[in-house]
């Protein structure tokens, strides 16, 4: 007897639907379009070294007392100034040869820059052992840009005789030392970071086409985000600076990158759910729409919370960062995804994502660590805790308080070199005098408080205007007077920043006076004092803020406070191993003042944007199979696509260590490590492992709270 086996239904494809003529249209217009802005903002994003100012004077508030002081110094010279030291030394004593050379240099480095210097250069001065001399070049100019070239043309000239060590130092060596580490910044930050980039997306996506297509649309959004602060920054609407600079192209680079994983991955999904790539990226489109918004929505509003900062530089860097992530948004919600449309399964070569094809994600790697932490929740949880508490104890070595001149490049430095000879041969604040102007009835009074100060060089006379040398009458102008005085300690040290301190606590006591200290000294320290004012007024709003959008978006209360916890507790771990590795590996003194705002600013609104990649499928996922199924799916099919965004974001920070300067080796640094943190341990353990152990309640108040969908 034959047994005829019932035949299994055929599953049957759904019909495609069919290709309009408008389905085409709607992608090939968005194309042109950011064809045609990039093309006109093109040409302007090349020119924003042009416009920047990299002065700290520039950056005071106007309440700062060496900002009024230097608003009175014209008065009393022709025009502002930036000193230049040109130092020579030979270790076994100058030589007439020497002597004379020194003389030479001084005539042509007058005739040189006829019109371009205040005044005549003036020395030589020689030192007390006979081994060294210095002039002393006052440049009419004070951008870092317009310095370079005139201290390089000095230090050629110098630099001629065998056995004669010359070096340009004071502020103008300094700041042409600053402008040359941000020469060619776009060009080699792009370079390192667009390939590192390359890298992890070739091995993400395991195709030769969709890196490039991703790295083409952030680069479009470069662009436009570079030609927009350029005609800003002209316009004089906000100031840019180097820093600012490089931090816009790695926040649009990493950002944008970050949105186009999330955006991609949701669109592989619905390809194997559409047979056609227009309904699969409509769908696709719909559900990355709210957290990439989101995600960038918080970047942009914690950035612009820095308009509060009383630092100009901090000011800048608010709307330049906000420009550059808005740049970034449009880019991945409408280039990208016409892109993508027209490309369709094609993008996804050689292994494209079929109809029907199932998803190997809830199986994998994070389909594992998923269910580990659905088994293990408190502990897993607990333990991480721990681990984090006990990484914060670094903050101990952390030391914020500023990083002196000798101490503020990754690579040596002409103008580092020249200001430690100076400090061996003559006092250490020598060319860069700290500024007194009081009522000039007073002045007597004021020099007698002044000499009192241990760090003040002796003797102190008051300012005339002429020559030194020359004898002439105490300057007066609109009745006040001003006295130049020399510190003993390097100008820029936390002991340069203690005589400032003592100097105006003396001087401000003297009655009827109404003394200002300013000048170079005056102007690093008021600087530091006002970032650590920043960070206690900016901190905590950007808190605030992050948590209102996190309520807005999850519709909870609990929730978005759980994250907002483990995201300060990411932040204050990452301090922690910065404090224990910037001491101990890579042998900084410090770190700026301005450094924990910045660090913070980046690290939340960025370590808050994965949370936010989770809890928003997670919300999803709970509405579908309950809140402890959803949980662990949602960081099952997240895991793949947020740690993937997670090292794009830490690589491309880390790039921003191609350039000589401690502060953004650090940021580098702290950022990359922090990003990787938040997206390893925080987002894969500990917020997953909270959430299950709460329960559904981390839903108070909505309806998924009570178990409704």
């Not at 802005?37 to 007392?65: C, R, W, Y």
């Not at 690579?411 to 061996?424: I, M, N």
């Not at 090292?647 to 702290?670: G, N, Q």
Request: proline share 6%; hydrophobic share 50%.
């Amino acid at each position: 007897m034959t047994t005829i086996r019932e035949k299994e239904p055929t599953r049957l494809e759904p019909p495609a639907p069919r290709v309009t003529a408008w389905r085409w249209l709607v992608p090939a217009l968005l194309i042109l379009a950011w064809l045609v802005a990039g093309g006109a903002l093109g040409p302007l994003s090349g020119k924003t070294n042009e416009v920047q100012k990299n002065d700290n004077s520039a950056f005071l508030p106007q309440s700062a007392e060496s900002t009024k002081v230097q608003e009175l110094i014209p008065r009393f010279t022709t025009s502002q100034s930036s000193a230049g030291i040109v130092l020579y030394v030979r270790p076994g004593g100058l030589t007439d040869a020497d002597k004379a050379k020194i003389q030479d240099d001084k005539a042509a480095i007058g005739g040189h820059f006829d019109g371009q210097l205040v005044g005549a250069p003036l020395g030589p001065v020689w030192s007390k052992d006979g081994k060294a001399a210095e002039i002393l070049v006052q440049f009419s100019a004070s951008d870092p840009t317009k310095l370079g070239d005139g201290v390089q043309w000095i230090r050629n000239q110098a630099g001629t005789s065998p056995g004669l060590e010359t070096h340009v130092a004071g502020p103008a060596g300094l700041y042409a030392d600053f402008g040359n580490s941000f020469k060619g910044i776009d060009g080699r930050l792009l370079l390192v970071s667009g390939l590192i980039v390359l890298v992890i997306l070739i091995l993400v996506y395991r195709s030769p086409i969709l890196p490039f297509v991703v790295l083409g649309s952030a680069a479009f959004a470069s662009t436009i985000a570079n030609g927009a602060v350029y005609l800003l920054a002209k316009h004089g609407v906000i100031t840019l600076n180097g820093q600012s600079q490089g931090i816009l192209n790695v926040l649009v680079l990493g950002a944008g990158t970050d949105y186009a994983l999330l955006l991609v991955s949701r669109y592989r999904e619905e390809l194997r759910r559409y047979p056609s790539r227009f309904e699969a990226m409509k769908v696709a489109w719909r559900a990355a729409f709210a957290p990439i918004v989101a995600s960038g929505g918080t970047v942009i509003v914690a950035l612009m919370c820095l308009l509060l900062s009383d630092l100009k530089s901090n000011q800048g860097l608010g709307p330049v960062g906000s420009i550059g992530i808005a740049a970034a948004l449009l880019a991945m919600l409408t280039l990208l995804p016409a892109i993508l449309t027209l490309v369709g399964r094609v993008a996804f070569w050689p292994f494209r994502p079929t109809y029907g094809s199932h998803p190997a994600e809830e199986h994998g790697l994070w389909g594992r660590v998923s269910r580990v932490v659905g088994r293990r929740a408190r502990w897993v949880w607990v333990v991480v805790t721990l681990i984090l508490l006990a990484m914060s104890a670094g903050l101990v070595r952390l030391n914020p308080n500023g990083v002196p001149l000798d101490k503020s490049f990754t690579t040596t430095q002409d103008s580092v070199v020249g200001q430690r000879v100076l400090a061996e041969h003559f006092d250490a604040g020598t060319g860069t005098p700290t500024v007194i102007i009081a009522t000039a009835g007073s002045l007597d009074d004021v020099i007698a408080a002044a000499g009192q100060v241990p760090g003040v060089g002796k003797p102190i006379v008051p300012y005339t205007g002429a020559p030194p040398g020359v004898p002439a009458p105490t300057k007066v102008v609109d009745g006040l007077a001003r006295v130049d005085v020399t510190l003993t300690v390097a100008p820029d040290t936390p002991a340069g920043h203690d005589v400032i301190k003592a100097l105006r606590t003396r001087v401000h006591a003297v009655p009827a006076a109404d003394a200002r200290v300013g000048g170079f000294s005056a102007i690093n320290l008021d600087v530091q004092d006002t970032a650590k004012r920043d960070r206690n007024v900016i901190i905590p709003l950007v808190l605030v803020v992050v948590f209102m959008i996190l309520v807005l978006l999850l519709r909870a209360v609990l929730a978005p406070l759980v994250l907002i916890l483990t995201v300060v507790l990411s932040f204050v771990a990452t301090l922690g191993a910065s404090g224990l590795i910037f001491r101990g590996v890579f042998g900084f003194v410090g770190t700026d003042s301005a450094f924990p705002l910045f660090a913070f600013v980046f690290l939340v609104a960025l370590g808050v944007d994965y949370n936010i990649f989770l809890m928003t499928r997670v919300r999803e996922e709970a509405g579908k199979r309950g809140h402890r199924a959803g949980t662990l799916t949602g960081l099952a099919v997240t895991g793949g696509v947020i740690t993937s965004a997670g090292l794009v974001l830490a690589s491309t920070f880390a790039a921003l260590s191609v350039l000589p300067l401690v502060f953004l080796a650090e940021l580098a640094f702290t950022v990359a490590f922090g990003v990787l943190l938040d997206t390893l341990v925080v987002r894969t353990l500990l917020v997953p492992a909270l959430t299950v152990d709460i329960g559904r309640i981390s839903w108070w108040p909505s309806r998924l709270s009570r178990g409704e969908p």
